[in-house]
């Protein structure tokens, strides 16, 4: 069993930057996928960015390339997402998951553990 807890979150200004954290905790993630995903109000869940435990694979939506760096460390469990030049349109719920396979996926029912939730809010 693998639980997570997601921080981090807040409220910034179009165009500003955020870190968002989940600390993993409960077995080890050396085989583990990793990944966020985000919820807008009214929409449904959706892919953000996975990354495998090691580090040496990523996948990014079209949406947050070149703006968002997922990253992984392992000494400490934790799992960041890097958030530069949010838009409005980004305010939503994040959420850390994680899966039972190295293999990074972008597909949300691929995923075997999930945090809460941390809300992020830009305003415009």
């Known amino acids: 069993q693998v639980q997570l807890v997601e921080s981090g979150g807040g409220l910034v200004q179009t165009g500003g930057s955020l870190r968002l954290s989940c600390t993993a905790s409960g077995r080890t993630l050396s085989s583990h996928g990793m990944g966020w995903f985000r919820q807008a109000p009214g929409e449904e869940r959706e892919f953000v960015a996975v990354?495998?435990?090691?580090?040496?694979?990523?996948v990014y939506a079209d949406s947050v390339k070149g703006r968002f760096t997922i990253s992984t460390n392992n000494t400490k469990n934790m799992l960041y997402l890097h958030m530069n030049s949010l838009k409005p349109e980004e305010k939503a719920v994040y959420y850390c998951?994680?899966?039972?396979?190295?293999?990074?996926?972008?597909?949300?029912?691929?995923?075997?553990?999930w945090g809460q939730g941390t809300q992020v809010t830009v305003s415009s």
């Open positions: 990354v495998s435990w090691s580090g040496d694979s990523t």
């Open positions: 998951a994680a899966r039972r396979s190295a293999v990074v996926v972008r597909t949300e029912s691929l995923y075997d553990y």
